[in-house]
Nanobody, 121 residues
Framework: QVRLVESGGGLAQAGGSLRLSCAAS????????MGWYRQVPGKERETVAQ???????HYAAFVRGRFTISRDSAENTVDLQMNNLIPEDTGVYYC???????????????WGQGTQVTVSS
């Protein structure tokens, strides 16, 4: 059973920083991609940052230059360092991964339970 467990988050002031961490556990053949997504009040869930094979990363325009995603492939973890936070970053942040559980099986998407980030002005 694959699980994604997030940690970090909480309350920060505008201009401050927070760090989110996510660890994938369970039996898996390969972990294809990992990323962070968020759902802010009144909006659909949106991509924040993603990391792909070969160290390729992708950031949403609204976090580029402020957030940094990093992945430890050996530990199956992904972190999101969030700097220069603004109140509009408030929301629930989710970790997700695309995983191939069996060598001959398809890839499936797995999600963490979400962690609240609140930025005060």
């Amino acid at each position: 059973q694959v699980r994604l467990v997030e940690s970090g988050g909480g309350l920060a002031q505008a201009g401050g920083s927070l760090r989110l961490s996510c660890a994938a556990s369970g039996s898996m053949f390969s972990l294809v991609t990992m990323g962070w997504y968020r759902q802010v009040p009144g909006k659909e869930r949106e991509t924040v940052a993603q990391t792909f094979s070969g160290g390729i990363t992708h950031y949403a325009a609204f976090v580029r230059g402020r957030f940094t995603i990093s992945r430890d492939s050996a530990e199956n973890t992904v972190d999101l360092q969030m700097n220069n936070l603004i109140p509009e970053d408030t929301g629930v942040y989710y970790c997700a991964a695309r995983i191939r559980v069996r060598v001959d099986g398809p890839t499936n998407d797995y999600w963490g339970q979400g962690t609240q980030v609140t930025v005060s002005s």
